[in-house]
């Protein structure tokens, strides 16, 4: 079993920075691919970024691309978004997942079906 634990969110103004960090329980993360999705009032549950086990490879929505930068520390358990250029669009319920069907997988997956555990979800909010 794995536990995601999000934190980090808060309500900015839009041209804001927000870091988002999600900690992770279990002794196999570093094995994990990482997702970051989120939710917007209304509107289904969005890719917004991942990151393969080692941090080597990351893959972006375009909505997000040049802005966020999602990243991991293994040694802390640690998966983080930073989120730069904050617009008003941006604002949802953030969510990390882990995708374990693969240890040591070279890439994290776009596709929410496939992440294995959900964090409770952290709410960002930019003001215009």
């Known amino acids: 079993q794995v536990q995601l634990v999000e934190s980090g969110g808060g309500l900015v103004q839009a041209g804001a920075s927000l870091r988002l960090s999600c900690a992770a329980s279990?002794?196999?993360?570093?094995?994990?691919?990482m997702g970051w999705f989120r939710q917007a009032p209304g509107k289904e549950r969005e890719f917004v970024a991942a990151?393969?086990?080692?941090?080597?490879?990351?893959d972006y929505s375009d909505s997000v691309k040049g802005r966020f930068t999602i990243s991991r520390d293994n040694a802390k358990n640690t998966v983080y978004l930073q989120m730069n250029s904050l617009k008003p669009e941006d604002t949802a319920v953030y969510y990390c997942?882990?995708?374990?069907?693969?240890?040591?997988?070279?890439?994290?997956?776009?596709?929410?079906?496939?992440?294995?555990?959900w964090g409770q979800g952290t709410q960002v909010t930019v003001s215009s």
């Open positions: 997942a882990a995708d374990n069907r693969i240890p040591y997988s070279d890439y994290g997956s776009d596709t929410e079906y496939e992440y294995d555990y």
């Open positions: 279990g002794r196999a993360f570093s094995s994990y691919a």
């Open positions: 990151i393969n086990w080692s941090g080597a490879n990351t």
